[in-house]
């Protein structure tokens, strides 16, 4: 089983380095084949050159759609198992072992995993828990999604006519598509990631709450 994880990544070279050194932990740990593509899109700064140095192969894209970025990165893949991973966020040493215990069992068309932010504050853990719940209401989760290649492929990737929240209608394709194929999509609370709190940093700790009742 080859991995194929993808990055975006806008001007990352504050961020980069802690994503590619966790990559290379859990391919360490699992004794994996694993390519690392990281997209450049309009980068200003040493992003690319980081990535070269530390093996990735880069692919330089100018879209300013996340869809897009993504999608380009994916159709570079020669794994048989994608996996995405944002240029901010570091994956658990255990990703890559549990992500192939879970698609070899048949059982899982893909999944996501676990998010736990850098930081904590009472707003962060407020929006956290509102995330976890809608992870129980609806089964889909974001973060870091991972899945067989070929399946991918067969719901069209990710949807490059959405602008916004394009990692969780991915996740709706593919539990849609798992379950015309009798698999199930997984939430994996056992790997995880650990993510920058930057957006918090930015509008504030309480700024899902803001967004959200910014029109009453």
Request: glycine share 8%; aromatic share 10%.
């Amino acid at each position: 089983m080859k991995f194929s994880v993808i990055i975006p990544a806008r001007d990352e070279e504050k961020n980069i380095p802690g994503c590619l050194e966790s990559i290379r932990a859990a391919r360490d740990a699992a004794g994996a084949d694993v390519e690392i593509i990281v997209v450049a899109n309009r980068c200003t700064d040493r992003t690319e050159a980081i990535a070269l140095e530390a093996g990735a192969r880069v692919v330089r894209n100018e879209d300013r759609c996340l869809s897009k970025i993504r999608n380009r990165g994916a159709e570079q893949a020669s794994g048989d198992v994608l996996v995405t991973i944002d240029a901010d966020s570091r994956m658990s040493p255990n990703m890559f072992v549990e992500i192939a215990k879970a698609l070899s069992s048949g059982i899982y068309v893909g999944g996501g995993v676990k998010v736990i932010p850098e930081r904590s504050s009472r707003g962060i853990s407020i929006t956290i828990l509102i995330f976890e719940l809608f992870v129980f209401l609806t089964g889909l989760c974001g973060g870091l999604y991972w899945c067989f290649k070929k399946d991918f492929d067969a719901v069209g990737g990710f949807n490059e006519k959405i602008l916004v929240a394009e990692d969780l209608d991915l996740a709706r394709r593919l539990k849609a598509y798992g379950k015309r194929t009798g698999r199930k999509f997984l939430y994996m609370k056992w790997a995880h990631i650990v993510t920058s709190c930057r957006k918090f940093d930015s509008f504030g700790d309480w700024a899902f709450f803001k967004f959200l009742f910014l029109d009453f």
